[in-house]
């Protein structure tokens, strides 16, 4: 099957998501040293933490099991080959960059997993009653997923459905 513009379009999103989120890692972890300086303000409410992530998302499920890593790791893979198939027909722009952002999130913490056994997760904005450290893939998959939950919203007031094949039936 084809590849549509906005398929390639996520594709370059997802590819960007995943360098963003290597490279801000890579800073944190070896430039910045965060893992020998525990916590650092930065300023108002954020701070940079260290944490290392054997959960799924948030810390939530602690998997600290090696076998559940690489179960975890899987899925994620899987996840990603699944929304790379579905983005390759993609007829709408946001439904394109959610998919990409979340692809590319998924990846960046899988690299992690693999990696070093657990996802690094570093921006802590704890100050704000947000519970949770993350870090830049974290931040992708959740913009991923709230965009593709507008565009589901956006497609249900007008008619459509999540599938184009669908729509142009």
């Not at 600290?64 to 893979?77: G, H, M, N, P, V």
């Not at 394109?96 to 998924?106: H, Q, S």
């Amino acid at each position: 099957m084809k590849v549509t513009k906005l398929g390639w379009t996520a594709y370059a999103i997802a590819a960007v998501s995943v360098l963003l989120d290597q490279l801000s890692k890579y800073w944190i972890l070896y430039v910045f040293e965060l893992p020998a300086r525990g916590s650092v303000p930065v300023a108002g409410p954020l701070s940079l933490t260290m944490v290392w992530n054997q959960g799924v998302s948030f810390g939530l499920l602690r998997a600290d099991q090696d076998l559940t890593r690489w179960a975890l790791a899987a899925f994620a893979i899987g996840v990603s080959v699944v929304l790379a198939l579905w983005v390759r027909k993609a007829g709408r722009p946001i439904l394109a960059y959610a998919l990409g952002l979340i692809m590319g999130g998924a990846i960046g913490n899988v690299i992690d997993r693999i990696r070093f056994g657990a996802v690094a997760d570093f921006i802590d904005v704890s100050a704000l009653y947000f519970p949770w450290v993350f870090n830049v893939a974290d931040a992708a998959i959740n913009i991923g997923i709230a965009l593709l939950l507008i565009d589901m919203i956006r497609g249900e007031k007008r008619g459509t459905s999540a599938n184009p094949t669908e729509d142009a039936a």
